[in-house]
């Protein structure tokens, strides 16, 4: 079983930053791929940031040179700095790993239990 913990949500000003942390635990041979999505209440959760295992990064329109997703492959952990942030970043957000259990064995994805960021006017 894979569990992944969440924490740096919380209440912030417009042009403010936070930090998310997500942290995987389990038995797992890889994590192929980290990502952090975010939801509002009656809304598709959407991508906002991914990174694979060599690096390579993804980010959605809205938050292109805002935001920066990064991980520690020893520490099995994504972060998420996001800057400048604005009204419109609030949301509850999710972390997800896809990971990998034997070599070219099938992939699974696992989700955090989201942590809420709201950004004040």
């Known amino acids: 079983q894979v569990q992944l913990v969440e924490s740096g949500g919380g209440l912030v000003q417009a042009g403010g930053s936070l930090r998310l942390s997500c942290a995987a635990s389990g038995r797992m041979l890889s994590i192929n791929r980290m990502d952090w999505y975010r939801q509002a209440p009656g809304k598709q959760r959407e991508l906002v940031a991914s990174?694979?295992?060599?690096?390579?990064?993804v980010y959605a329109d809205s938050v292109k040179g805002r935001f920066i997703i990064s991980r520690d492959n020893a520490k099995n952990t994504v972060y998420l700095e996001m800057n400048s942030l604005k009204p419109e970043d609030t949301d509850v957000y999710y972390c997800r790993a896809i990971v990998r259990f034997a070599v070219a064995g099938p992939e699974y994805q696992y989700w955090g239990q989201g942590t809420q960021v709201t950004v004040s006017s």
């Open positions: 990174i694979t295992s060599d690096g390579s990064t």
